[in-house]
């Protein structure tokens, strides 16, 4: 079967201990996933979820806040070890219906260095090169 990759941002603040001085400059934590919309697993339980591939974290700062502080929370909190994890399928497919484009995105496989690969390697190689030119 063709896979049909898509990356996504999930808001994980909550996830977060984040220090009372930090607290009203961060708006909110996001981790960024790659995903294949054409595989799902069923963690032990009768509903069907994706398998999210950890990419990256988002950082959104309050307006007006210095690049320094910035750096500062992003080093923080954007360097934090993170989990690859699992999502039902229900919530992934209405935020993509949503189609809020700052948090979704489809890959396109069908062009460049991904032919001929195999699906676990075009994953992988999609995975690096989100990784490496950050589009969300």
């Known amino acids: 079967m063709k896979i049909n990759p898509w990356v996504i941002a999930l808001d994980?603040?909550?996830?977060?201990n984040i220090a009372n001085e930090d607290a009203?400059?961060?708006?909110?934590?996001?981790?960024?996933?790659?995903?294949?919309?054409?595989?799902?697993?069923?963690?032990?339980?009768t509903q069907p979820s994706y398998s999210l591939r950890y990419?990256?974290?988002?950082?959104?700062?309050?307006?007006?806040?210095?690049?320094?502080?910035?750096g500062d929370l992003e080093e923080k909190y954007a360097y934090?070890?993170?989990?690859?994890?699992?999502a039902?399928?229900?919530l992934i497919d209405r935020i993509i219906e949503e189609g809020d484009p700052s948090l979704v995105g489809?890959?396109?496989i069908d062009e460049g260095p991904y032919v001929g690969c195999s699906n676990e390697d075009r994953l992988y190689a999609i995975g690096e090169d989100y990784i490496c030119n950050r589009p969300l």
């Open 12 to 16: 994980t603040t909550h996830e977060y």
């Open 106 to 108: 489809q890959y396109d």
């Open 88 to 90: 039902p399928t229900n």
């Open 24 to 45: 009203p400059h961060i708006e909110k934590i996001e981790g960024v996933y790659l995903f294949d919309r054409n595989t799902v697993t069923h963690c032990g339980s």
């Open 55 to 70: 990419l990256y974290t988002i950082i959104t700062v309050v307006e007006g806040l210095s690049g320094r502080r910035r």
């Open 80 to 86: 934090e070890p993170c989990n690859d994890t699992y």
